[in-house]
């Protein structure tokens, strides 16, 4: 069974920064497309950015575009979401999803296979 684990969260003022990681002892995450999503209450899972299996590309949604910032270490098999200058409608909880191989755009949640159980960000105004 395939495990991806995501730590890094917890409770923030506005203004501060998280980095929020992604690992697995079970998935190989090279060659892989990686994203980060995030769920508040109420609403539905959505996109917040993801990185192509060699870095050399990334994607954000626009609410985060110029404050989060994707990155991996294919080495460490670790995916990064740097989440700076928070916003209270940043809270909720983010997962870290992994693709099967490399996959466009890369944006959805169907195309991810493997996901992880989520880790609480909570910002504070």
């Known amino acids: 069974q395939v495990h991806l684990v995501e730590s890094g969260g917890g409770l923030v003022q506005a203004g501060g920064s998280l980095r929020l990681s992604c690992a697995s002892a079970?998935?190989?995450?090279?060659?892989?497309?990686m994203g980060w999503f995030r769920q508040a209450p109420g609403k539905e899972r959505e996109f917040v950015a993801r990185?192509?299996?060699?870095?050399?590309?990334?994607v954000y949604a626009d609410a985060v575009k110029g404050r989060f910032t994707i990155s991996r270490d294919n080495a460490e098999n670790t995916v990064y979401l740097q989440m700076n200058s928070l916003r209270p409608e940043d809270t909720a909880v983010y997962y870290c999803?992994?693709?099967?191989?490399?996959?466009?755009?890369?944006?959805?949640?169907?195309?991810?296979?493997?996901w992880g159980q989520g880790t609480q960000v909570t910002v504070s105004s």
């Open positions: 999803a992994a693709a099967l191989g490399a996959v466009l755009p890369g944006t959805l949640t169907h195309n991810y296979i493997y």
């Open positions: 079970s998935l190989t995450f090279s060659g892989s497309t």
């Open positions: 990185i192509t299996w060699n870095g050399d590309n990334t």
